[in-house]
């Protein structure tokens, strides 16, 4: 059974540029989570999707969006770059809305970094 | 709101030692507890959980009980081994909210 994949797995961007990082939850998982990890605020909620829907909502600002497709692949674009996005940009899956209780599964992570 | 707190590390263990990673956290509900493991270069793994008070999750001969009465979720593990090796994270997870909210992490070093 494969497991969440994100894409790519490293990214280098400049300031001001956007970019949209792609996740593929557990085949069956409805929901997505995405989380971002640096060294200095440590691993942050961003925001969860199920059935297509943003459900919460983490303390970032606007240019952090996402979506969720019907086939769950959820999506996540951060527009004006900035140097303090830079990164790990993790996505986690879990079968319904009981990922609290079961538990999520994380994929490998996106590294985005921005020049 | 919500918060754990992980005893600093880095940690340095010798192969075979006793270890203990100590995490408390403060919720207003009745939230599940969680302790994940990230290897260099990868995501998250599940090491074991726990949904109520007094519920002990176990993995890989890792343990950790739900202790209500004194917010904790320490984490242990009888005799480390160098693949051991890696950083974890205590987290909570309240189902009112849905996500999970991390302590800073504890990394690991065993040496053989």
């Known amino acids: 059974k494969a497991g969440v994949t994100q894409t790519p797995r490293y990214l280098i961007k400049t300031r001001g540029q956007q970019v949209t990082l792609s996740c593929s939850p557990i085949s069956g998982h409805r929901s997505v989570s995405w989380y971002q990890q640096t060294p200095g605020q440590g691993l942050q909620f961003l925001f969860e999707?199920?059935?297509?829907?943003?459900?919460n909502k983490g303390n970032f600002p606007g240019r952090f969006s996402g979506r969720q497709f019907s086939n769950s692949r959820s999506e996540m674009n951060v527009s004006t770059l900035e140097l303090g996005d830079s990164a790990l940009y993790l996505c986690?899956?879990?079968?319904?809305?009981?990922?609290?209780?079961?538990?999520?599964?994380f994929g490998s992570g996106t590294r985005l970094t921005v020049v | 709101g919500d918060s754990v707190t992980q005893m600093e590390g880095p940690v340095t263990l010798s192969e075979e030692a006793f270890l203990t990673i100590n995490c408390t956290y403060t919720a207003t509900g009745y939230p599940s507890l969680f302790w994940y493991v990230q290897y260099p270069g990868e995501g998250l793994q599940l090491l074991l959980k726990a949904t109520k008070a007094d519920d002990k999750g176990s993995n890989k001969g890792f343990e950790a009980t739900y202790r209500k009465e004194t917010t904790s979720f320490h984490l242990e593990k009888g005799s480390v081994q160098v693949s051991d090796s890696a950083v974890y994270f205590c987290a909570l997870s309240d189902a009112g909210a849905q996500k999970l909210v991390f302590g800073q992490g504890t990394r690991l070093t065993i040496n053989p």
């Open positions: 999707y199920f059935s297509e829907t943003q459900r």
């Open positions: 986690a899956s879990s079968l319904g809305r009981q990922g609290s209780k079961g538990g999520y599964t």
